[in-house]
Protein backbone atom coordinates (compact mmCIF):
# COMPACT_ATOMS: atom_id res chain seq x y z
CA UNK A 1 0.00 0.00 0.00
CA UNK A 2 0.73 3.43 -0.08
CA UNK A 3 -0.30 4.91 3.21
CA UNK A 4 -1.34 8.72 1.96
CA UNK A 5 -1.48 10.60 4.93
CA UNK A 6 -2.66 14.40 5.51
CA UNK A 7 -4.11 16.42 8.36
CA UNK A 8 -7.79 16.19 8.32
CA UNK A 9 -8.42 19.65 8.62
CA UNK A 10 -6.69 23.02 9.12
CA UNK A 11 -7.87 26.68 9.34
CA UNK A 12 -5.82 29.87 8.67
CA UNK A 13 -6.49 33.28 8.66
CA UNK A 14 -6.78 35.69 5.54
CA UNK A 15 -3.46 36.85 4.37
CA UNK A 16 -1.35 34.47 6.16
CA UNK A 17 0.67 31.65 5.10
CA UNK A 18 -0.18 27.74 5.54
CA UNK A 19 1.91 24.70 4.34
CA UNK A 20 -0.43 21.45 4.34
CA UNK A 21 1.85 18.41 4.63
CA UNK A 22 1.98 15.27 3.02
CA UNK A 23 3.48 12.08 4.09
CA UNK A 24 3.63 8.48 2.45
CA UNK A 25 5.11 4.76 2.58
CA UNK A 26 5.63 3.35 -0.99
CA UNK A 27 8.61 1.45 -2.83
CA UNK A 28 8.57 3.77 -5.82
CA UNK A 29 6.66 6.37 -7.72
CA UNK A 30 6.84 8.52 -10.80
CA UNK A 31 5.77 11.82 -9.47
CA UNK A 32 3.52 13.41 -6.92
CA UNK A 33 0.21 15.48 -7.44
CA UNK A 34 -1.84 18.55 -5.39
CA UNK A 35 -5.37 19.17 -6.08
CA UNK A 36 -7.75 21.65 -5.03
CA UNK A 37 -11.18 20.65 -4.69
CA UNK A 38 -14.06 22.57 -3.93
CA UNK A 39 -17.20 20.37 -2.49
CA UNK A 40 -19.31 18.31 -5.26
CA UNK A 41 -16.92 19.91 -7.95
CA UNK A 42 -14.09 17.82 -9.70
CA UNK A 43 -10.27 18.78 -8.49
CA UNK A 44 -8.01 21.25 -10.33
CA UNK A 45 -4.29 21.03 -10.85
CA UNK A 46 -2.50 22.46 -8.60
CA UNK A 47 1.04 21.72 -8.81
CA UNK A 48 3.38 18.29 -9.41
CA UNK A 49 7.10 17.11 -8.00
CA UNK A 50 9.22 14.74 -10.01
CA UNK A 51 12.65 15.52 -8.26
CA UNK A 52 13.03 16.89 -4.75
CA UNK A 53 12.70 20.10 -4.25
CA UNK A 54 10.76 23.08 -4.91
CA UNK A 55 8.27 23.91 -7.13
CA UNK A 56 6.76 27.72 -7.16
CA UNK A 57 3.85 28.56 -8.85
CA UNK A 58 2.55 32.12 -7.85
CA UNK A 59 0.86 32.00 -4.62
CA UNK A 60 1.44 27.86 -4.49
CA UNK A 61 4.36 26.66 -3.72
CA UNK A 62 4.90 22.00 -3.64
CA UNK A 63 8.26 20.53 -2.12
CA UNK A 64 8.94 17.43 -2.28
CA UNK A 65 11.39 14.76 -0.69
CA UNK A 66 11.56 11.40 -1.67
CA UNK A 67 13.69 9.99 0.84
CA UNK A 68 12.03 11.48 3.75
CA UNK A 69 8.83 10.15 1.90
CA UNK A 70 6.86 13.84 2.43
CA UNK A 71 5.57 16.49 0.85
CA UNK A 72 3.68 19.61 1.34
CA UNK A 73 2.09 22.54 -0.08
CA UNK A 74 3.02 26.17 0.78
CA UNK A 75 0.13 28.97 0.34
CA UNK A 76 0.98 32.21 0.63
CA UNK A 77 -0.93 35.32 0.77
CA UNK A 78 -4.05 33.00 1.16
CA UNK A 79 -7.66 34.50 -0.08
CA UNK A 80 -10.89 33.42 1.24
CA UNK A 81 -11.31 31.72 -1.83
CA UNK A 82 -8.54 29.34 -1.25
CA UNK A 83 -10.88 27.69 1.15
CA UNK A 84 -11.29 23.94 -0.19
CA UNK A 85 -9.81 20.34 0.37
CA UNK A 86 -6.07 19.88 -0.86
CA UNK A 87 -5.59 16.29 -2.08
CA UNK A 88 -2.25 14.97 -2.58
CA UNK A 89 -1.47 12.26 -4.76
CA UNK A 90 1.13 9.82 -6.03
CA UNK A 91 1.08 8.91 -9.98
CA UNK A 92 2.64 6.04 -10.89
CA UNK A 93 2.51 6.23 -14.51
CA UNK A 94 -0.90 4.96 -14.77
CA UNK A 95 -3.88 5.68 -11.90
CA UNK A 96 -3.45 8.59 -9.51
CA UNK A 97 -3.61 7.55 -5.86
CA UNK A 98 -4.88 10.11 -3.63
CA UNK A 99 -4.33 10.89 0.09
CA UNK A 100 -7.60 11.23 1.85
CA UNK A 101 -7.30 15.26 1.49
CA UNK A 102 -6.65 18.57 3.79
CA UNK A 103 -9.70 20.94 4.35
CA UNK A 104 -8.52 23.98 4.51
CA UNK A 105 -10.94 26.72 6.33
CA UNK A 106 -9.46 30.47 5.76
CA UNK A 107 -11.02 32.65 7.85
CA UNK A 108 -11.23 36.78 7.86
CA UNK B 1 -9.05 21.82 -24.74
CA UNK B 2 -8.65 18.18 -23.29
CA UNK B 3 -12.49 18.48 -21.94
CA UNK B 4 -14.44 15.44 -20.01
CA UNK B 5 -17.93 16.11 -20.02
CA UNK B 6 -19.86 14.09 -17.63
CA UNK B 7 -23.58 13.28 -17.60
CA UNK B 8 -25.70 13.58 -15.26
CA UNK B 9 -24.25 15.89 -13.08
CA UNK B 10 -26.62 14.72 -10.14
CA UNK B 11 -29.16 11.83 -10.51
CA UNK B 12 -31.82 10.72 -7.61
CA UNK B 13 -33.23 6.98 -7.97
CA UNK B 14 -34.93 4.71 -6.41
CA UNK B 15 -33.15 1.55 -4.52
CA UNK B 16 -32.97 -1.09 -7.12
CA UNK B 17 -33.11 0.46 -9.82
CA UNK B 18 -29.85 1.05 -12.31
CA UNK B 19 -27.95 4.15 -13.03
CA UNK B 20 -25.72 4.85 -16.23
CA UNK B 21 -23.20 7.94 -15.66
CA UNK B 22 -20.93 9.12 -19.02
CA UNK B 23 -17.73 10.49 -19.67
CA UNK B 24 -16.91 11.12 -22.98
CA UNK B 25 -13.83 13.56 -24.08
CA UNK B 26 -14.78 16.14 -26.50
CA UNK B 27 -11.77 16.87 -28.25
CA UNK B 28 -9.04 14.44 -27.29
CA UNK B 29 -9.20 10.37 -27.33
CA UNK B 30 -9.18 8.89 -24.29
CA UNK B 31 -7.87 5.01 -24.66
CA UNK B 32 -7.96 5.01 -21.14
CA UNK B 33 -10.60 6.69 -18.47
CA UNK B 34 -10.21 6.20 -14.54
CA UNK B 35 -13.15 5.53 -12.48
CA UNK B 36 -13.24 7.56 -8.83
CA UNK B 37 -16.01 7.41 -5.99
CA UNK B 38 -15.94 9.94 -3.42
CA UNK B 39 -17.63 9.88 0.18
CA UNK B 40 -18.34 12.71 1.99
CA UNK B 41 -15.42 14.83 3.63
CA UNK B 42 -13.37 11.38 2.16
CA UNK B 43 -10.69 11.28 -0.95
CA UNK B 44 -11.14 9.78 -4.25
CA UNK B 45 -10.58 5.96 -4.49
CA UNK B 46 -10.18 4.40 -7.66
CA UNK B 47 -12.56 1.99 -8.67
CA UNK B 48 -11.68 1.21 -11.80
CA UNK B 49 -10.12 1.75 -14.81
CA UNK B 50 -11.42 1.08 -18.11
CA UNK B 51 -9.49 0.69 -21.06
CA UNK B 52 -10.90 1.17 -25.03
CA UNK B 53 -12.06 -1.86 -26.69
CA UNK B 54 -11.26 -4.30 -23.56
CA UNK B 55 -12.19 -4.99 -20.03
CA UNK B 56 -11.52 -3.05 -17.59
CA UNK B 57 -9.63 -3.34 -14.30
CA UNK B 58 -11.38 -3.51 -11.34
CA UNK B 59 -9.62 -2.23 -7.68
CA UNK B 60 -9.63 -4.57 -4.70
CA UNK B 61 -13.28 -4.62 -3.12
CA UNK B 62 -14.99 -3.31 -5.87
CA UNK B 63 -17.89 -5.70 -7.47
CA UNK B 64 -17.34 -5.79 -11.14
CA UNK B 65 -20.60 -6.78 -11.42
CA UNK B 66 -22.70 -4.12 -9.70
CA UNK B 67 -20.29 -1.59 -11.51
CA UNK B 68 -20.51 -2.55 -14.91
CA UNK B 69 -18.27 -0.32 -17.31
CA UNK B 70 -18.17 0.06 -21.04
CA UNK B 71 -15.24 1.83 -22.72
CA UNK B 72 -16.63 1.02 -26.58
CA UNK B 73 -15.34 3.74 -28.01
CA UNK B 74 -12.11 6.03 -27.85
CA UNK B 75 -14.28 8.80 -26.73
CA UNK B 76 -17.24 7.40 -24.72
CA UNK B 77 -16.45 5.45 -21.04
CA UNK B 78 -19.91 4.54 -18.72
CA UNK B 79 -20.12 3.57 -15.68
CA UNK B 80 -23.42 1.61 -14.46
CA UNK B 81 -24.46 1.25 -10.68
CA UNK B 82 -26.63 -1.72 -11.15
CA UNK B 83 -29.37 -2.48 -8.69
CA UNK B 84 -28.76 0.60 -6.57
CA UNK B 85 -28.43 0.66 -2.73
CA UNK B 86 -28.51 3.67 -0.67
CA UNK B 87 -24.98 2.87 0.52
CA UNK B 88 -23.46 3.63 -3.49
CA UNK B 89 -24.59 7.01 -2.82
CA UNK B 90 -21.69 9.08 -3.62
CA UNK B 91 -20.20 11.16 -5.83
CA UNK B 92 -18.64 9.47 -9.20
CA UNK B 93 -15.84 11.51 -11.48
CA UNK B 94 -14.28 10.03 -14.19
CA UNK B 95 -10.77 11.22 -15.14
CA UNK B 96 -8.55 10.44 -18.18
CA UNK B 97 -4.66 10.92 -19.35
CA UNK B 98 -3.98 13.18 -21.57
CA UNK B 99 0.05 13.84 -22.70
CA UNK B 100 1.26 16.62 -23.75
CA UNK B 101 -1.27 18.56 -21.33
CA UNK B 102 0.28 21.49 -20.19
CA UNK B 103 -2.21 23.09 -17.79
CA UNK B 104 -3.69 19.71 -16.06
CA UNK B 105 -0.15 17.77 -16.66
CA UNK B 106 -1.27 14.43 -17.80
CA UNK B 107 -4.65 14.58 -16.15
CA UNK B 108 -7.90 15.65 -16.66
CA UNK B 109 -11.16 15.18 -14.59
CA UNK B 110 -15.35 14.93 -15.22
CA UNK B 111 -17.31 17.31 -13.19
CA UNK B 112 -18.63 14.28 -11.19
CA UNK B 113 -22.26 12.96 -10.59
CA UNK B 114 -23.83 13.13 -7.60
CA UNK B 115 -26.00 9.92 -7.17
CA UNK B 116 -28.84 10.03 -4.27
CA UNK B 117 -30.39 6.20 -4.07
CA UNK B 118 -33.56 7.01 -1.89
Known amino acids: GQNIDQPTEMTATEGAIVQINCTYQTSGFNGLFWYQQHAGEAPTFLSYNVLDGLEEKGRFSSFLSRSKGYSYLLLKELQMKDSASYLCALFRGYALNFGKGTSLLVTP | GAVVSQHPSWVICKSGTSVKIECRSLDFQATTMFWYRQFPKQSLMLMAT?????????EQGVEKDKFLINHASLTLSTLTVTSAHPEDSSFYIC??????????????FGSGTRLTVV
Open chain 2, 95 to 108: SAYVRDRGENYGYT
Open chain 2, 50 to 58: SNEGSKATY
